[in-house]
T-cell receptor
Framework: AQSVTQLGSHVSVSEGALVLLRCNYS??????LFWYVQYPNQGLQLLLK????ATLVKGINGFEAEFKKSETSFHLTKPSAHMSDAAEYFC?????WGTGFQKLVFGTGTRLLVSP | GAVVSQHPSRVICKSGTSVKIECRSL??????MFWYRQFPKQSLMLMAT?????????EQGVEKDKFLINHASLTLSTLTVTSAHPEDSSFYIC???????????FGEGSWLTVV
């Protein structure tokens, strides 16, 4: 069965500092991996996704993530945090070969706090 | 861009009553919709997958008679929590997949509180 672990329910950074949100996955088959962001009172918005092409994936708003098979990780990074990045971030995995591409298994989420 | 709207965003109901949550795709046709539930400090858990015009497929452990899902049109799916109990209080969120199947879009979610 697939699963996703997000280390740290809260991450605090200062504006302009590096953002690093951790995600490790467990999957018996090559997975598809996703990062979603949720702003208060809004739906989930796709930041980026890995679908077995380039291991370094660039997304919206300056975010990127690198798929590392040896570490079973898909950490999300952004070089310089902005106040508007404060939100809840979810990592998710899907099995494109069995249960279906869009059937997502989510992590518990990490709340990013950005201080001035 | 594509928008998926859920209604109501928050609802409080009495124990034993039923409550309906709507999920609408506003500017695209959604052939498949997914319903998730999230308890506090836990992951979003897939409850069921619904395809327009057919019965929903429920995940293991989800009571289909309690969580009624209807996907009668390509733009609307509804989740009805029947005979709600306090333990059903949760955050319910839907997602919709368009005809192309390449991307899914999430609704804003609905907070259900059963008192």
């Amino acid at each position: 069965a697939q699963s996703v672990t997000q280390l740290g329910s809260h991450v605090s950074v200062s504006e302009g500092a590096l953002v690093l949100l951790r995600c490790n996955y467990s999957s018996s088959v090559p997975p598809y991996l996703f990062w979603y962001v949720q702003y208060p009172n809004q739906g989930l918005q796709l930041l980026l996704k890995y679908t077995s092409a380039a291991t370094l994936v660039k997304g919206i708003n300056g975010f990127e993530a690198e798929f590392k098979k040896s570490e079973t990780s898909f950490h999300l990074t952004k070089p310089s945090a902005h106040m508007s990045d404060a939100a809840e971030y979810f990592c998710a995995v899907s099995d494109p070969w069995g249960t279906g591409f869009q059937k997502l298994v989510f992590g518990t989420g990490t709340r990013l706090l950005v201080s001035p | 861009g594509a928008v998926v709207s859920q209604h109501p965003s928050r609802v409080i109901c009495k124990s034993g009553t039923s409550v309906k949550i709507e999920c609408r795709s506003l500017d695209f046709q959604a052939t498949t919709m997914f319903w998730y539930r999230q308890f506090p400090k836990q992951s979003l858990m897939l409850m069921a997958t619904s395809n327009e015009g057919s019965k929903a497929t429920y995940e293991q452990g989800v009571e289909k008679d309690k969580f009624l899902i209807n996907h009668a049109s390509l733009t609307l799916s509804t989740l009805t929590v029947t005979s709600a109990h306090p333990e059903d209080s949760s955050f319910y969120i839907c997602s919709a997949q368009g005809v192309s199947g390449n991307t899914i879009y999430f609704g804003e979610g609905s907070w259900l509180t059963v008192v």
